[in-house]
């Protein structure tokens, strides 16, 4: 799926950007020198995804062959740069009788998956703030009345997802996703954790409320019989200790901060372990939870 299909995208600078922004690898080609007749001139560039190109270098075999090899490159998954020549004769199937020399960056970027279950106020202030990051979101309510009104106007890389049984997208998250906890009902809460830890592939699960919440919940979760080890997974109430307030919006920041110190260890290490929460987070998220 052409993930930056939603946004209008043509020319190779604005892919780059959108790229950089979704955290999604790519190739940029340039062509280095000309010599002769050629389509186009040095300095040209051209865009290249797993699933789509932007732009041109001339087009036909010449690219054909110029989008294939860029996509050979993705899948050996490392930053490198690579120079071809190409001598533009019938042996391309080009007409032209010159030569270009062209460059291949590849830029090999981390995508990180995250869901996001529940629609409330928090969320709403959540999601806007996660999107501008390298993240792949998957914003999950079993309430249409409330995600409708977001469907096709949020970026590209986040996707509203209506499911009366927003369990079943939680047992469906990718290896090393993450999660976040924040619906109106305690139940599903409950519901959503115990699917999330059965799992064993999120690289994160998180859930607001008050430490009240999360004892209860970590209690109900032994005597169901998961492990201590289990348990310590869920970072619940969830949110960076240093940035206190009750408003949506400044428990939304606190999320997003915990979140992008996570985002910004990822790429050194896998696993972050959730670090145990301050008294204050837990009021922040005893306020919060009436909210969502």
């Given at each position: 799926m052409n993930n930056m299909a939603s946004i209008p995208v043509n020319t190779w600078f604005e892919a780059l950007y959108q790229c950089q922004q979704q955290g999604r690898s790519y190739v940029l080609i340039t062509v280095l020198q000309t010599a002769g007749s050629t389509p186009r001139e040095g300095g040209t560039k051209m865009l290249?995804?797993?699933d789509a190109q932007?732009?041109?270098i001339g087009g036909g075999h010449l690219e054909f062959d110029a989008i294939t090899k860029a996509r050979e490159l993705l899948i050996q998954n490392e930053q490198q740069q690579y120079?071809?020549?190409?001598?533009l004769a019938s042996a391309l199937g080009q007409c032209c009788g010159g030569a270009m020399k062209v460059l291949f960056e590849v830029q090999v970027q981390h995508t990180q998956h995250i869901a996001i279950f529940?629609?409330?106020?928090?969320?709403?202030?959540l999601v806007p703030i996660l999107a501008q990051l390298p993240l792949q979101i998957r914003w999950v309510d079993n309430r249409a009345s409330l995600l409708e009104e977001f469907i096709?106007?949020?970026p590209s890389n986040v996707e509203c997802v209506i499911d009366d049984d927003p369990s079943a997208e939680m047992a469906s998250l990718p290896k090393d996703a993450w999660a976040i906890v924040l619906t109106h009902n305690h139940q599903l809460d409950y519901d959503l954790v115990e699917c999330g830890l059965k799992t064993s592939r999120l690289n994160f699960l998180g859930m607001i409320g008050s430490n009240a919440k999360a004892k209860r919940f970590k209690t109900r979760l032994a005597n169901r019989g998961f492990t201590e080890s289990q348990i310590t997974c869920l970072s619940s109430p969830i949110g960076n200790l240093d940035i206190s307030g009750k408003r949506p919006v400044e428990v939304a920041v606190s999320i997003s901060a915990q979140l992008i110190n996570l985002l910004n260890n990822t790429s050194s290490k896998k696993t972050e372990t959730p670090q145990e929460p301050a008294t204050h987070k837990a009021q922040i998220n005893n306020t919060s939870e009436q909210l969502v």
């Open positions: 290249v995804t797993e932007f732009d041109t120079i071809h020549s190409y001598p529940g629609a409330g106020h928090v969320a709403q202030a096709g106007t949020m």
